[in-house]
Nanobody, 123 residues
Framework: HVQLVESGGGSVQAGGSLRLSCQIS????????MGWFRQVSGRKREAVAV???????KYAESVMGRFTLSRESAENTLYLQMSGLRPDDATVYFC??????????????????WGHGTQVTVS
C-alpha cells in the first residue's frame, strides 16, 4: 500500500531556508498527483505546491517565487525547497498523493494518501 514519509522540518530564522522530503513507496500507478499541503486554522489544510500527472506545477500565491517543488523519480522522493521563510510559513507540512489521477489536483479532497506531517518553525 502507498506510504508517504516526510522529513526535513525544523527551526529556522526568518529569511532562512529548509528542504522538506517525502519518501514515497507502494505506488501502483504512473499517473499521479503529488504535492505539499500545510496546516492552517484548526484542521484545515491548504495546498502549497502540487505536481500534476502531466508534469504541470501549481503553487499557492503566497509561496510563489520562494518555494520550489521537485521530484526525484529514481528515488521516488518529492521535495519542497523553501527559501525566504517567514513567520507565517510556520506550521505542519504534509506530503499528499493521489494515484490513477488524470485531472489536475489542488483541493484537499483530491488526495487520498497523506503523510504524518513535519513541523516547520520560523522565528
Amino acid at each position: 500500500h502507498v506510504q508517504l514519509v516526510e522529513s526535513g522540518g525544523g527551526s529556522v530564522q526568518a529569511g532562512g531556508s529548509l528542504r522538506l522530503s517525502c519518501q514515497i513507496s507502494g505506488l501502483t500507478s504512473t499517473s499521479n498527483c503529488m504535492g505539499w499541503f500545510r496546516q492552517v486554522s484548526g484542521r484545515k489544510r491548504e495546498a502549497v505546491a502540487v505536481l500534476n500527472h502531466d508534469g504541470s506545477l501549481k503553487y499557492a500565491e503566497s509561496v510563489m517565487g520562494r518555494f520550489t517543488l521537485s521530484r526525484e523519480s529514481a528515488e521516488n522522493t518529492l521535495y519542497l525547497q523553501m527559501s525566504g521563510l517567514r513567520p507565517d510559513d510556520a506550521t505542519v507540512y504534509f506530503c499528499a498523493l493521489e494515484q490513477h489521477s488524470y485531472n489536475p489536483c489542488w483541493a484537499r479532497g483530491d488526495f487520498g494518501y497523506w503523510g504524518h506531517g513535519t513541523q516547520v518553525t520560523v522565528s
